[in-house]
């Protein structure tokens, strides 16, 4: 069954999936969950095509926001070019904690509604 809260970009290439990004509405932000591109396929304007997808899909009504490990600097630079800000809020869920127990730090991207 499809949710409509939800929507999924797939990257092939060939018949291999190189990447997905992620999105879903939320009550009161919108949320951009996963944005992912295998090594290879990094660099080349990718990431940029499928965040522009993302930001169209979800519109800008609501804040848009995010999480990323602290240390990824190259996906912060992204995030930042378009319009994303560090909000200064630490994330700790589920998904941070790796099986050892050790803790990804995350931190909180915002990109502010143009309402
Ligand atoms: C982060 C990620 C999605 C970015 O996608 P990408 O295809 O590598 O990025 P693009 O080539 O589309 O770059 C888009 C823009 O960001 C810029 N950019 C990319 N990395 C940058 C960096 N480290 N510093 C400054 N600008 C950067 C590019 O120059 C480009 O700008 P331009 O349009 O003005 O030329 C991709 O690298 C990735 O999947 N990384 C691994 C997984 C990851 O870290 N995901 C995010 C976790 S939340």
Known sequence: MTDPLWH????????????????????????LEAIHLLLHYQGQGIGKQLLDKALNWLGRSKDIELG?????????SF??????????????????VLPSGRVIPQIEMLLPSLK
Do not use: P, Q
């Not at 999924?8 to 009550?27: H, L, P, Q, S, T």
């Not at 995030?79 to 941070?96: A, C, I, P, Q, V």
């Open 8 to 31: 999924y970009w797939v990257v092939k290439d060939g018949g291999k999936i190189v990447g997905f990004c992620i999105a879903r509405y939320g009550e009161k932000r919108n949320i």
């Open 68 to 76: 990323v490990s602290e240390y990824n600097n190259y996906a912060i």
């Open 79 to 96: 995030y930042e070019k378009f319009g994303f800000h560090k909000t200064g809020k630490s994330l700790n869920d589920e998904m941070t």
